[in-house]
């Protein structure tokens, strides 16, 4: 199984370490990945700036760190760095967990839909952090990657032996809140309020930092729901964002008869 | 009424200007606009930098110009410029389509699905450009928005009057190729076929362009299918990207199996 790994956290996090960890043992591993941290970039493309890319080693296998996002990552190393598209697209270990329809802002999940809406079947799988400043911290040292490698061992293993052609977001606990249980369960449909901070910098400009508090009551049954309970949860993903379609006709009805008028 | 205009191309685009004569004729119009083209970054969110603001007026109304992304316009136009969050937020109107599952790309669209997430009715509109350099140019001057000025009121008439809260992504086509009619249907699978162009700098440093061809026969009953036929396009969205949960449910039964083995 040829597997390209990418991230958004960055070539320099220890997750992309920990993925490389965990695939290498399955498949031949290619890793092309961001260069710096891009939480937040969801399926971004560079369109308008060209994507530069140095070589650095990982884990002892040569890897290409990117000046562009995630979804950048995924089209250059399966489209131009390697001879044909991969068998699979790995797109993590993050540091923290990627759950509710908020993860279409994910550049972990980016990276993946951008795959499989190009015929590549992918997998983003996201480590919880309980601590929010762990979240952006590529020097965090006390994240515990072990039962996320576990899994995502065992799901290559699992689905080489499968036709599969689909997108799993993967969220694992922490180890030692595990319950034991591996759900597949839909998203909830939100998993933050937004919360803007309005500041003035020392010339007295004005600036805003965006921030969000999770929502403590998620509906039962969804993976942040099921996460908060402490199961290891998995959604399959799809890039068809299409809606109601009859909902829709009903208002365009209206719309029809006023543009005949 | 009180709509929240942003858009991808910028605060100069002409697209932009279009969609506030559109909107001031229906209600009360706040502008909040990411300062410069922001085509492909999706719903992607600033959440590791500050995002600054400038005051500018268009169309003689007061706008902000923002340093982030579409997305960031719609959470501090609608969480903290304004007092409360609007009735309705316009993403546009964009200059070239955005149509099929490679929306998910789209600033335009981001910023749409942005507000519908945070519970807030949205409407991402964008202009076909037959010239793929025109959807880029801000000065492009032989971009008609006549039709799509047209039909973005006429559907903010139409929605004003019934009870909805969805989200629409809405596509004009030239309004000399337009056929007279207004389809809903489902999003393409994709639009593009990706292309990747190596190249080196002066200094000898490889980069990549990111580019794409629009695939010319897509199914019938699409979105890119009716805009190539010359009709206006409108199909529902939804943030929910959870896929085949039973199609899942299948190839994890096998990863339990490993797990506790």
Do not use: H
Request: glycine fraction near 8%.
């Amino acid at each position: 199984m040829r597997i390209l790994i990418t991230n958004d956290d960055g070539i320099a996090s220890p997750g992309l370490r920990a993925a490389v960890r965990a695939c290498r043992s399955v498949g031949d591993v290619t890793v092309v990945a961001p260069a710096t941290q891009q939480s937040g970039v969801g399926r971004s493309i560079s369109l308008l700036e060209p994507v530069r890319v140095e070589e650095i080693e990982i884990e002892g296998i040569d890897a290409l760190a990117i000046s562009g996002t995630p979804a950048d990552a995924v089209l250059i190393g399966a489209f131009s760095i390697m001879d044909e598209p991969p068998d699979l697209v790995v797109s993590g270990i993050n540091l923290g967990e990627n759950v509710s329809a908020d993860i279409t802002t994910s550049g972990t999940v980016g990276a993946a839909l951008e795959a499989y809406g190009n015929g590549i079947p992918a997998i983003a799988i996201s480590q919880e952090v309980r601590d929010a400043r762990a979240r952006v911290d590529n020097n965090a040292k006390d994240v515990d990657f072990t039962l996320a490698i576990r899994v995502l061992k065992a799901l290559l293993e699992t689905i080489r032996g499968v036709s599969w052609e689909g997108v799993l977001n993967v969220n694992v606990p922490d180890p030692d809140r595990w319950n034991g249980e591996i759900k597949v369960v839909p998203l909830a449909s939100t998993m933050y309020r937004p919360r803007i901070e309005e500041r003035y910098d020392p010339r007295g400009r004005r600036y805003y930092w965006i921030d969000g508090e999770i929502i403590q009551d998620p509906p039962e049954g969804t993976d942040l729901y099921e996460l908060q309970r402490g199961s290891i949860v998995i959604t399959p993903l799809t890039t068809d964002v299409t809606g109601d379609l009859d909902a829709a006709e009903n208002v365009i009805k209206e719309l029809r008869r006023a543009l005949r008028g």
